[in-house]
């Protein structure tokens, strides 16, 4: 067995690891000793924004992590490979909101990666910090794709022109020409988002079923003073930020008409049917 004594060794050292942690910055049950505390968030509560400290975010459930789960987490996420999330490339601020009410808006923090040119899949979280919670994904694909979709299937995908061109949609803390060198490919682009954690309604757990969401097409629908709490936030200029980047162009064929739910809302619904079944086929032993 001489594998044992490295795999002892190396538990060893990461047990060694968490208790220095520990000791010396409190990990990780004392954020208050943190270099850089997390700053205030704006929180959409029903459409309507407030700074509001993180600590106000409704708490989910449950026992706090004890210290065995913490040390089992700091070994394992120091021999194991997170190839899927090590691909993500970039953050991204946006709003969306639900497909069947534009009354109900939400912050959005995507974390994507490109699967090719073409395409870029990203998790949503609710916030910038640790603590955020996950509350949906989002794939955005080149106009090119989109046009192969089936003509249901594009009702389902939103435009992303305006979120580019206004400005509302931006990378946190990334200089301005260098988003925009992205900015350009994303304003031709399509996305389809579910979210599956409904925050805007308090709830500290996602209830109910997937919702699809859409972004924004046309000035007047953002509410302003969830759009104002960011800028305030993360010290950006939407309105500078849209004039430059006026020169952008939205898909060469222009936004299709079937995008953005063909200008109409749709809910997403649970409908009881018969679920099939596998037939029971008598095992044969040969």
Known sequence: MPRIPHLITRVSLHASLYFLLKHRTGFPN????????????????????SNTNMTTRPAVPGEPTDTRTSLVDTTTAAVQGF??????HQHLCAFHFYSHDMTRQVEAHHYCAHQNEEMRQCLIYDGPDSEA????VEYIISENMFLTLPEEEKQLWHSHEYEVKSGVLFMPGVPGPIQRKDMEKVCKTYGKTIHFWQVDKGDTLPLGIP?????????????DNLLRDVEKRDEVDFDKE??????MSGPVHGIHPMAN???KG????LRETD???????PRVFV
């Open 30 to 49: 004392s954020p208050s000793k943190l270099k850089n505390p997390p700053k205030n968030l704006s929180v959409s509560l029903g459409g309507i924004s």
């Open 83 to 88: 190839g899927p999330i090590n691909k993500i």
């Open 133 to 136: 919670r996950l509350i949906g």
């Open 211 to 223: 919702q699809l969401m859409y972004a924004f097409t046309r000035d007047g629908q953002l509410y």
């Open 242 to 247: 849209r004039d430059n980047r006026a020169y």
């Open 261 to 263: 739910g063909r200008g």
């Open 266 to 269: 749709l809910k997403t619904q």
């Open 275 to 281: 679920s099939k079944t596998i037939d029971v086929v």
